[in-house]
């Protein structure tokens, strides 16, 4: 079985120095992987991401990690992800990064994500450049996750983000707050090139559970959602979901939207 | 409850949801606060008990004659981890 430890929001600080540490020091006797989805730090200082560093130190097993909205913050991304990257954590945007754990390729590609919404309440390319701006970022990432699922050769393919692809992971959020949290085109991207889980987090007083139109489980991983430290999730057979038939996106996307 | 958008506090409440968030002791982990009349609640999770102590001296700061309340909790992170099984 490959189990996989997963969690997001940590938000390190240094006055939470020893906090995670004595949670993490056995974590290769439960788990085979760590997937950290986003928010690792408070604001966004490569300083707190150093501290954090020195409390992973012990865990024993290969660390994967996607950035949040608060690791830029400060504008300060490329300072976190060179540190991480530095203590040998592989830190994806857009990439992907192929783990041999005992003999079963885990393929895992990441990307921030942003928000814009879910269907029948979404923010529209359409109008002022940041209008524009705001949802042709959400679906430059969202073709950068799609683009490395479908690189991808594996046995077991997971999607890691900071943002939903899903509305089931927010109940329990405000409503009116759903656009910010995360958009639908995280999710076509997921089901178009196939997975076989979703990680994210980002919403803190979202729900765990969830699953694309196409069937992905997707599980919010935001350690106040959990109440624990990390969840581990445990796979049998290493799946590999293929890729779900959904038609293209339309030349013209008015019609997803309410409102311009 | 008052409706939101004839409520002067709410929108006090959102500036003071934005200030919380630029203060970097403060503004994690889901806070959120209300104000009703003269007394401001911060709700939500803290990730740590110092964290939770200086949460409210934004509010103080900003709104010197209201009374602050401090219902944040101290996010627990102690509750065991059980498996998920993906057959």
Redesign the interface.
């Known amino acids: 079985m490959i189990r996989i430890a997963a969690m997001a929001d940590v938000h390190f600080g240094a006055d939470a120095v020893g906090s995670l540490r004595p949670h993490l020091t056995h974590l290769s006797e439960r788990a085979d992987l760590l997937l950290v989805a986003g928010d690792l730090t408070r604001v966004g200082d490569p300083t707190e991401a150093m501290l954090l560093l020195d409390e992973l130190r012990e865990v024993r097993v290969p660390i994967v990690a996607v950035l949040g909205n608060h690791d830029h913050h400060t504008d300060r991304a490329a300072g976190i992800t060179a540190a991480l990257r530095g203590a040998g954590i592989h830190v994806l945007e857009g990439g992907s990064v192929t783990l041999d754990i005992d003999g079963v390729r885990v393929g895992i590609a990441g990307v921030k994500g942003f928000g814009g919404g879910f269907l029948g309440a979404c923010a529209s390319d359409f109008g002022e450049p940041e209008m524009r701006a705001f949802v042709g970022h959400t679906k430059e990432r969202a073709a950068r996750l799609e683009a490395a699922l479908r690189r991808l050769e594996c046995d077991l393919r997971i999607a890691l983000l900071h943002y939903a692809p899903v509305a089931d992971t927010l109940k329990g959020e405000r409503l009116e707050i759903y656009p910010f949290l995360g958009s639908y085109l995280l999710a076509e991207a997921i089901d178009r090139a196939g997975a076989d889980l979703a990680l994210h987090g980002h919403a803190h007083a979202g729900s765990e559970q969830g699953t694309t139109p196409g069937g992905v489980p997707v599980r919010n991983v935001a350690q106040p959602v959990l109440r624990r430290t990390l969840a581990i999730y445990g796979f049998d057979d290493a799946g590999n979901r293929g890729p779900i038939d959904l038609p293209p996106p339309p030349e013209l996307a008015g019609w997803r939207y309410l409102a311009h | 409850m008052a409706d939101r958008c004839t409520n002067p506090n709410f929108c006090l409440a959102q500036h003071e949801r934005e200030v919380l968030a630029q203060d970097?002791?403060g503004?994690?982990?889901?806070g959120d606060i209300d104000i009703f009349g003269e007394s401001v609640m911060l709700l939500?999770?803290r990730?740590?008990s110092?964290?939770q102590v200086v949460a409210p001296d934004v509010p103080r700061n900003l709104l010197p004659n209201h009374h602050v309340r401090n219902e944040t909790r101290r996010?627990?992170?102690?509750?065991?981890?059980?498996?998920?099984?993906?057959?």
């Open positions: 970097p002791p503004n994690e982990l889901g939500g999770t990730a740590s110092e964290c996010a627990g992170l102690l509750a065991p981890v059980p498996l998920e099984h993906f057959p």
